[in-house]
Every structure is written in structure tokens, then in C-alpha cells.
């Protein structure tokens, strides 16, 4: 049988009309349909359809498509899709906004392998939602082998487990794909190299951060060729294995007194910065 896989509003609306999204969303977005419209069946409900339509069929989009190709684009793609009818479930995740509550019950009901979003605050941050794992456009489309297609690497692509919520916003660096310990789990035992590299904390004793408990940032160390030596967002800093262990003297400052809350040695934020002055950025 076919897989199945649920697309969200926003991924229809950003590939067509969505002024708000940026040209790389845009992209994954218009691909991602192109994909899942080849190698998947797409699920549809009544629910999911109307919410498709009320949007994709706005006034302020006139300007921009026309009115009669959008009504073809839904017509078409409801006859494409499997278009079900929801049964009552009450196995679905907690779901901050109710509207998002059909596209998690259409996939749990027809164990589709994606759903495919833009929306991370909503659906994106529950990572799966039983068998499926929620993705956007452009982790769905490396996992699916199709890389190449955003113009990456065409290399198989790597994951990163990880609960650091700035990562898991990015969903990507290069080839690398960051998915929580839930997702991984679903993954193809064997398909991906995945590791899951610890978080170490960094810490600037000047300005009292120790004190207050909080890191400043943090540090990655992997080998992971689309990681190491680069600084990404969520005050993370990538380190490979052979120059954090050259330098990890010269990061650490063993516990003393102006480290009274330190259980064990910890990296100083402005040393760390010092030594990786001028990294390359993802």
C-alpha cells in the first residue's frame, strides 16, 4: 500500500501564496508537495479539506493566483487524496490549538509515516503523534533521500537526537537533521547514522551566571562534518573531538571559588568564544 502522509494548511498555502514565508520555507514547501504528491498518498478529511479551501480561496490572493486555477488545485488534490472520515480517538497528543487537532487525528487513524508542517509551535514541538513523525518540509525531504532537491549534498543525510529546543526549531544544518529521542525512535533501525552528542555547559564566572545556576551557552562536540567548527543558533557552539581535546584545558576552569555551584569543571563562555573566534557559520 501506499504510505500515507498528512500535509498541513500552511505547507498547500507557503508553495502557492504566502507572502510571510521566507524563499527557503517557500522552497522545501513546494518540493515537499512534489514529493509526497509522487511517493505518498496524502489524507483528507472534511475537516482538514474546508480549513484548505477557506484559506487557499481568500480575497487577498486574487491578486496573485487566480481564483479559478486555485479551485482546480483543490479539486485535484481532493481527488488525489485519501480523503477519510475521522472517528472519535483519545490517543492524540495534547494539541495547543484545536484546529491542529484533525491533521494529528487523520494521521494517527490512517498511520501515515509524516506529517509535514511549517507550524513548529503547534505541531512541530510534538515531535510524532503515535507511528508518525511531524516534520517540516525540509527534514521530510532529507530523511526521504531528496537532499540533492534543496540543493544540498546528494550524501545520505545524518541525524542529531537531541532535546535542545533551538536545534530542534532549526530541524537542519547541511545533511543533518536534529530530531528528538520520541522521533528517533521511529526511524528505520539501520537507515541513518545517528548519534546523540551531549550538551556541555558554558559558564562566565565574571558575570556571576554561576551563581545565578543558568549557562551562558553550550557546546557540542562531534565529528559530524556539517557540525563541527560552526556556531548555530541557541547559543550552541560545535567543536570536533580532536580540537576539544586539545583545547579542553584551556576551556575548563576547575571548581574553585569563584565557581562555588560547579559540581564538577566547567567550560568558560568567553574562552570558549576566544578559541572559536571566527568559525564558520551554518
Not at 101 to 111: E, K, S, W
Not at 144 to 163: A, F, M, Y
Request: hydrophobic letters at 40%; glycine letters at 6%.
Amino acid at each position: 500500500m501506499t504510505p500515507r502522509i498528512v500535509l498541513d494548511t500552511n505547507i498547500h498555502v507557503a508553495a502557492m501564496v504566502y507572502e510571510k514565508s521566507n524563499a527557503e520555507a517557500r522552497r522545501a514547501a513546494r518540493v515537499a508537495l512534489d514529493v509526497a504528491g509522487d511517493d505518498f498518498q496524502p489524507v483528507l478529511t472534511r475537516e482538514t479539506y474546508r480549513e484548505l479551501g477557506q484559506i487557499v480561496l481568500r480575497k487577498r490572493y486574487d491578486d496573485k493566483i487566480p481564483r479559478s486555477a486555485r479551485r482546480t488545485y483543490l479539486r485535484d488534490h481532493r481527488n488525489e487524496a485519501d480523503y477519510i472520515r475521522l472517528a472519535e480517538r483519545s490517543d492524540l497528543p495534547a494539541c495547543d490549538d484545536p484546529k491542529d487537532i484533525p491533521f494529528l487525528a487523520a494521521a494517527a487513524q490512517r498511520d501515515a509515516k509524516y506529517l509535514v508542517t511549517l507550524d513548529y509551535k503547534h505541531l512541530g514541538s510534538l515531535g510524532r503523534v503515535n507511528n508518525t513523525l511531524i516534520l517540516d518540509p525540509a527534514q521530510f525531504l532529507l530523511l526521504e533521500g531528496h537532499g540533492e532537491k534543496l540543493g544540498l549534498k546528494d550524501e545520505k543525510p545524518r541525524v542529531v537526537v537531541t532535546d535542545h529546543k533551538p536545534l530542534l526549531v532549526r530541524g537542519h544544518v547541511g545533511n543533518t537533521v536534529f530530531l528528538t529521542p520520541a522521533q528517533a525512535e521511529l526511524l528505520p533501525k539501520g537507515k541513518f547514522e545517528v548519534e546523540e552528542p551531549a550538551l556541555l555547559p558554558m559558564y562566565n564566572p565574571a558575570n556571576g551566571a554561576l551563581k545565578n545556576g543558568g549557562p551562558e551557552g553550550w557546546l557540542m562536540v562531534t565529528d559530524n562534518p556539517d557540525l563541527s567548527d560552526a556556531r548555530l543558533f541557541g547559543k550552541v557552539t560545535f567543536l570536533d573531538s580532536a580540537r576539544y581535546s586539545q583545547l579542553k584545558s584551556l576551556l575548563t576552569l576547575e571548581r574553585a571559588s569563584d565557581a562555588p555551584r560547579a559540581k564538577e569543571p566547567v567550560l568558560v563562555t568567553h574562552r570558549v568564544h576566544k578559541f572559536t573566534a571566527g568559525v564558520r557559520r551554518p
